[in-house]
């Protein structure tokens, strides 16, 4: 790696779609430049990813989803310099569809987008999940009736306090925060927080100061403001701001896929699908009372996902039909991002650092 490495990269895609799997890039820390250096598609449609460690030895493993109807998850090496290695096999998460998935207290979580489920699978010493150790399942649906008829469980995320896992669900138009049992790895409901109808909650984000998060909705372009009490694990909608300007939703259908906060916790970033933007929302001291700024082109089509790099000074597009990973600079003093770069990564997905 050269002098100012910032990392490495992996970006998930989707193999169905002509995607390479997972592909590893290095960071180019004073540029944010990626560089490709390496793919595996040993798993099928790994689209979404994240990093954790190996309980037994502390070393680096990347977690991905295989996003099919019989959904798995699998842990990769990453301690090499090449293409990630898969530790043992990919594990059956016992749910349809998987989208998201999160590492803590030593088990993964994941959301089982078809079935509407989260699964915890407890992780072996060298990191590889073990079978399932328990799904939850919710229940319920929504007035949308081509997307809400059922439970869509799309995110699994614990708090920052780690005693907390939520799950959010688009088909039920809510947050489930749970309680895990270290023992055994279950996840049972603690208490349910229910948004509007009809908004089709997909992704959230936690502020940095933990008292506030942030909901993206997927079926109307808005995030919903939460207070967040980690000490009785309840949040508590507060309003909603849209993350489009006036008009622009009227001319094509927009879904927005993911939201990201910044470290000093000033802005908030929206990737939309659809209107192929990202909404800059500036938050004031109280955090409850996001501006929507500006919306900018997001480098490509249907940005699936968006991330922010370790130091908070890049920002990635991953646009997955286009094909391609889009970085772009942002003002500290504005939030504004300035397009800076570009690599083509067929079925683009998702953005992880290590």
């Known amino acids: 790696?050269?002098?100012?490495?910032?990392?490495?990269?992996?970006?998930?895609?989707?193999?169905?779609?002509?995607?390479?799997?997972?592909?590893?890039?290095?960071?180019?820390?004073?540029?944010?430049?990626?560089?490709?250096?390496?793919?595996?598609?040993?798993?099928?449609?790994?689209?979404?990813?994240?990093?954790?460690?190996?309980?037994?030895?502390?070393?680096?493993?990347?977690?991905?989803?295989?996003?099919?109807?019989?959904?798995?998850?699998?842990?990769?090496?990453?301690?090499?310099?090449?293409?990630?290695?898969?530790?043992?096999?990919?594990?059956?998460?016992?749910?349809?569809?998987?989208?998201?998935?999160?590492?803590?207290?030593?088990?993964?979580?994941?959301?089982n987008y078809g079935s509407g489920s989260v699964t915890s699978l407890p992780l072996r010493p060298d990191g590889s999940p073990g079978p399932a150790a328990g799904v939850l399942r919710h229940e319920g649906g929504g007035p949308d009736a081509a997307r809400q008829t059922a439970p869509h469980a799309h995110q699994v995320l614990a708090d920052p306090s780690g005693n907390w896992v939520l799950s959010v669900d688009l088909g039920t138009d809510s947050v489930r925060v749970c309680a895990l049992d270290p023992g055994t790895g279950s996840l049972r409901t603690h208490s349910e927080a229910v948004l509007r109808p009809g908004t089709g909650p997909r992704h959230l984000v936690f502020h940095p100061s933990g008292g506030h998060l942030y909901v993206l909705n997927e079926l109307e372009p808005t995030v919903t403001v939460c207070r967040w009490d980690a000490a009785t694990g309840r949040l508590e909608p507060t309003g909603e701001t849209p993350v489009l300007p006036h008009g622009?939703?009227?001319?094509?259908?927009?879904?927005?896929?993911?939201?990201?906060?910044?470290?000093?916790?000033?802005?908030?970033?929206?990737?939309?699908?659809g209107h192929d933007s990202i909404s800059v929302l500036a938050l004031d001291e109280t955090a409850e009372k996001p501006v929507l700024v500006a919306a900018v082109g997001c480098g490509g089509r249907w940005p699936r996902d968006l991330t922010l790099d370790p130091t908070g000074q890049w920002l990635y597009a991953a646009?997955?039909?286009?094909?391609?990973?889009?970085?772009?600079?942002?003002?500290?003093?504005t939030g504004m991002p300035s397009p800076a770069g570009s690599i083509d990564v067929p079925a683009a997905s998702c953005v992880v650092f290590a």
Do not use: C, Q
């Open 248 to 273: 622009a939703d009227d001319a094509v259908r927009t879904y927005p896929s993911e939201v990201v906060v910044s470290h000093d916790g000033r802005f908030l970033w929206a990737a939309n699908r």
């Open 1 to 111: 790696m050269g002098a100012n490495t910032g990392g490495r990269a992996f970006i998930g895609s989707f193999t169905s779609a002509g995607g390479l799997g997972i592909t590893v890039a290095e960071v180019d820390g004073s540029t944010g430049k990626l560089s490709v250096l390496a793919s595996t598609n040993v798993l099928a449609d790994p689209s979404f990813l994240a990093v954790g460690h190996a309980p037994g030895t502390g070393a680096p493993v990347l977690y991905a989803v295989s996003e099919v109807a019989d959904g798995a998850a699998a842990a990769f090496d990453i301690g090499g310099g090449g293409a990630p290695v898969l530790i043992g096999e990919s594990r059956p998460v016992e749910g349809d569809g998987p989208t998201h998935l999160d590492v803590r207290a030593g088990h993964l979580f994941t959301a």
């Open 319 to 333: 646009n997955e039909r286009s094909g391609n990973v889009s970085w772009f600079s942002l003002d500290a003093e």
